[in-house]
C-alpha cells in the first residue's frame, strides 16, 4: 500500500459526516477508532451493520479499522465508551469477534491489532489476533504504542506481521524531538524494511481548552512538527494524526464554550478563535468574520496554492457568513476544523509538498 497519510477519527456524529463526505484519494487512507457501539444511543442498527455500512460509503480505497488500547476511561469518561472499553475493546476474544464480522468487507476493511499487555497482563495477544484475522483479511495493520514500547515490541515480530501489513507507531504526544523516538524507529525499520511504517502523533493535546485559545492567534502548544519530521528525521513512509482536532478524553459532556481551531497550512500552525462569551452566536458574530478579515485567511487567499477552492469547510464557513446556514453550533466547527485540515493536506500531498 503506497498510502502517505492516515487520518484518525472517532466514531462520533461530527466525524462520520466527514467520513461520508470526504474524497480522500488515492494517498490518504483513514482510520477509525471505534471508540463506543453505536454512533448515536437510538441507533437500531447493530455495531457491525454501521460501520459495515460506513465503510462502504467512505470514498477511499481502504478503510483501518481500531480498536484503540491508549484509552483509559475514567469517572468523567462517557458512559458508551467506558462500557465498550470494558465489553470489546480490553477483550482479547471480543477484539477477535468484533473484527471478524467485516470480514465480507475484507477487501476495503483493514483490522488495526493492538497487544493487550499493559491492559490485561496478557501475553502473545497479538499473535493470537493475528493468526485467527489473517486467513480473513488480506492486510492487517500493527499499532505499537511508544508509552509501552519496550514492554510489548516482542509481541511484534517479522514471523508474524507480512509485507503487505502496516506499521502504526503512536507517539501520543511525545515531544517530536524526544531522542528515544530515533532508537524505536530504527528497530522497526530494521524489523520490518519491506512495510508501509507510518508515524503517528496528536498534535493537538489534550491540555488546550476553547477557554485557554487567545482569540485570533497562534496555539503556541499545538505542535504539527510531525510532517516534518516523519519522513526527513525518523525515515518513515507515512503519517497519522488527528485531523486537526484535540484528541480529546472522551468526556461524557460540557458546558457552551464556542471556539474554534483554524489551521494554516503555508507555516503549518494552528490559530485559535473564541467567543467574548458563551453563547452559541459568537460563532456567527465573532468568529466567523474575524477569520474571514484575519492576516491567516488573506495568506491563504494570496498564497501560490489554493488551498481555499473547493474547501468543504471554507464552503461552510461562507455559508454562515452569508446567513444561509446556522453557525450556532460547537459540533459543526469542528467539522469544519477537520474538513479544511483534511483538504490542505489533500492539497499538499498532491502538490508534493508532502511526499
Do not use: W
Amino acid at each position: 500500500m503506497d498510502a502517505l497519510y492516515f487520518p484518525i477519527f472517532r466514531s462520533r456524529q461530527q466525524e462520520f459526516l466527514v467520513l461520508k463526505s470526504f474524497d480522500f484519494g488515492p494517498k490518504i487512507v483513514p482510520i477509525i477508532e471505534v471508540i463506543k457501539e453505536k454512533d448515536r444511543i437510538n441507533n437500531a442498527k447493530t455495531s457491525a451493520e454501521i460501520f459495515t455500512d460506513l465503510i462502504n460509503e467512505i470514498n477511499a480505497g481502504n478503510v483501518l479499522l481500531d480498536l484503540p488500547t491508549y484509552l483509559r476511561p475514567t469517572t468523567s469518561t462517557m458512559k458508551e465508551a467506558i462500557k465498550f472499553y470494558r465489553m470489546v475493546i480490553s477483550d482479547l476474544s471480543a477484539r477477535i469477534s468484533f473484527y471478524s464480522e467485516f470480514e465480507s468487507i475484507a477487501d476495503k476493511t483493514i483490522p488495526v491489532i493492538s497487544s493487550l499487555l499493559n491492559i490485561t497482563g496478557e501475553t502473545r495477544t497479538v499473535f493470537t489476533q493475528s493468526e485467527d484475522l489473517k486467513p480473513k483479511f488480506p492486510t492487517l495493520a500493527y499499532r505499537i504504542y511508544f508509552n509501552h514500547f519496550k514492554e510489548t515490541i516482542n509481541e511484534f515480530s517479522s514471523d508474524i506481521i507480512r509485507d503487505d501489513d502496516i506499521i502504526l507507531f503512536d507517539l501520543d504526544s511525545i515531544p517530536i524531538t524526544n531522542p528515544i523516538i530515533t532508537k524505536y524507529s530504527n528497530m522497526l525499520h530494521t524489523s520490518f524494511p519491506n512495510n508501509n511504517c507510518a508515524l503517528i502523533r496528536s498534535a493537538i493535546g489534550t491540555d488546550i481548552s476553547n477557554i485557554k485559545l487567545v482569540h485570533d492567534d497562534v496555539i503556541g502548544e499545538a505542535d504539527n512538527s510531525l510532517l516534518s519530521f516523519y519522513k526527513r528525521n525518523y525515515k518513515f513512509n507515512s503519517f497519522g494524526d488527528y485531523v486537526g482536532i484535540k484528541k480529546d478524553e472522551l468526556p461524557a459532556g460540557g458546558g457552551i464554550s464556542p471556539g474554534f481551531v483554524f489551521y494554516d497550512p503555508i507555516d503549518n500552525i494552528f490559530y485559535g478563535y473564541k467567543g467574548d462569551i458563551k453563547k452559541l452566536s459568537e460563532f456567527e458574530d465573532r468568529i466567523v468574520p474575524d477569520l474571514f478579515a484575519s492576516s491567516v485567511y488573506r495568506n491563504l487567499e494570496s498564497n501560490e496554492i489554493n488551498f481555499l477552492s473547493d474547501n468543504p469547510g471554507i464552503m461552510t464557513l461562507k455559508r454562515i457568513e452569508n446567513n444561509e446556514e446556522s453557525g450556532k453550533s460547537q459540533a459543526k466547527f469542528k467539522k469544519i476544523s477537520m474538513e479544511h485540515y483534511l483538504h490542505c493536506m489533500k492539497v499538499m500531498i498532491e502538490k508534493g509538498s508532502i511526499n
